[in-house]
Nanobody, 122 residues
Framework: QVQLVESGGGLVQAGGSLRLSCAASGGTFSSYNMGWFRQAPGKEREFAARIGASGGPTSYAASVKGRFTISRDNAKNTVYLQMNSLRPEDTAVYYC???????????????WGQGTQVTVSS
């Protein structure tokens, strides 16, 4: 069973930066497209960023493009989300998720982490 564990969340001032990490275990990390999602209180989960199994291509939601950067280190089974120029509206629980390219289900994220809280103060 694949497990994903996020870390790196916390409280940061508007305009500041934070880097989230997601460590994977129990699977074949290099076979996963990885994504970051976020969910603010009272709102539905939304897509933030994704990265291909080998480190590219990447894509971003319009709300974060130019400010966030997704990357991965397959040797460490870890995906990262570098968040710069943070805004109060970025406040949310951030989740990483894995799409197994070998499972026959197109673009479906099957494995999810527990989430890490990011709070941006004004």
């Amino acid at each position: 069973q694949v497990q994903l564990v996020e870390s790196g969340g916390g409280l940061v001032q508007a305009g500041g930066s934070l880097r989230l990490s997601c460590a994977a275990s129990g699977g074949t990390f290099s076979s996963y497209n990885m994504g970051w999602f976020r969910q603010a209180p009272g709102k539905e989960r939304e897509f933030a960023a994704r990265i291909g199994a080998s480190g590219g291509p990447t894509s971003y939601a319009a709300s974060v493009k130019g400010r966030f950067t997704i990357s991965r280190d397959n040797a460490k089974n870890t995906v990262y989300l570098q968040m710069n120029s943070l805004r109060p509206e970025d406040t949310a629980v951030y989740y990483c998720a894995a799409d197994d390219l070998r499972d026959g289900r197109l673009n479906q994220y099957v494995y999810w982490g527990q989430g890490t809280q990011v709070t941006v103060s004004s």
